[in-house]
């Protein structure tokens, strides 16, 4: 299955942007997927997963700004991100939870104050 993000954009900080992935194959069969994110010059950190049965979870640090979703019948998980901050800005990939070891490209966020 490939995954592919899209819905990256440059916003100003309080801003709001929804990312999309879209899965070449069954999502539903994948089981947990996850929004991951890396920030220039980090490591890349888990943003957000959600399981098959709609088991969530959030990195501390966009607890009450993001919301992650999915639509198995589209193959398509989402993640809408409000009240934006600088700190988001990185590059996005969808994966699943555990990752894949191939990763897409990934959609670059850019927050500015």
């Known amino acids: 299955v490939q995954l592919q993000a899209s819905g990256g954009g440059s916003v100003q900080a309080g801003g709001s942007l929804r990312l999309s992935c879209a899965a070449s194959?069954?999502?539903?069969?994948?089981?947990?997927m996850g929004w991951y994110r890396q920030a220039p010059g980090k490591q890349r950190e888990l943003v957000a997963s959600i399981t098959r049965e709609d088991r969530i979870k959030y990195v501390d640090s966009v607890k009450g700004r993001f919301t992650i979703s999915r639509v198995n019948a589209k193959n398509t998980v989402y993640l809408q991100m409000n009240s934006l901050k600088p700190e988001d800005t990185a590059v996005y990939y969808c994966n699943a939870d555990p990752p894949f070891d191939e990763w897409g490209k990934g959609t670059l966020v850019t927050v500015s104050s």
């Open positions: 194959g069954s999502i539903f069969s994948i089981g947990a």
